[in-house]
């Protein structure tokens, strides 16, 4: 019995002729051949006693720009100030306010000599001063262990370099000065208590953080 060959067709899949121009059934071919779809990954279910709190953030949700961030504060505008006239109504209605407050202070018979005490700059100068020390720990109440915010007070006596710098040119002489001599003492307050701090935190039963630096008044 003779064997039945099995026929084999060859198909020309050369996309170009002898001459380079391209072939119009290769074109076809290409243009009938459907895109390959892209895998399918499979899900893998949550463990059980996964929290949707654990899972990884999103990369829109890693991206994305907290408020009050640097990145924040670089791209979003600051809103537009109050108008004059607003800036006005409001001035007279806060000094209204404190009128009332100042008579209810007057009527109680609790005011200081009798004249409510204005705020000016060597006032506001000598606030940040008293601040600093108290957080120092230099001004406490009496049998009152010292509380130390070294942090804090770094941030006030900072915020007193911030208004030398930025009130230079427009002080008097007696306001310069005091600005000057309130930073001077500070600092060298400042540097006794951290100088303390890391006494104490290497040698057992040296002088507590917060006691009197010497030169600041109690």
Known sequence: M???K???VVTD????GTEGEPRPEAQVAEEEKPAAKPPIAEATPPAKDASPISAPPSQSAQTQVQPGSPEAGQEEEMSPPPTDEEQHQQSEAYKESGKKIDDM???AGKTPQGVPMEMNFERV???FYMSALIQMGAIRQDNEPPRVDIIGARQTIDSLAVLQEKTKGNLT???KTLLQNVLFELRMAFIEITNAVATS???PGAAPPGAMPPGVRK
């Open 2 to 4: 003779a064997e039945k």
């Open 6 to 8: 099995a026929e084999f």
């Open 13 to 16: 899949r050369r996309r170009f």
């Open 105 to 107: 202070i007057a009527a």
């Open 125 to 127: 100068i000598e606030s």
């Open 173 to 175: 002489d007696r306001e």
């Open 201 to 203: 935190a290497t040698k």
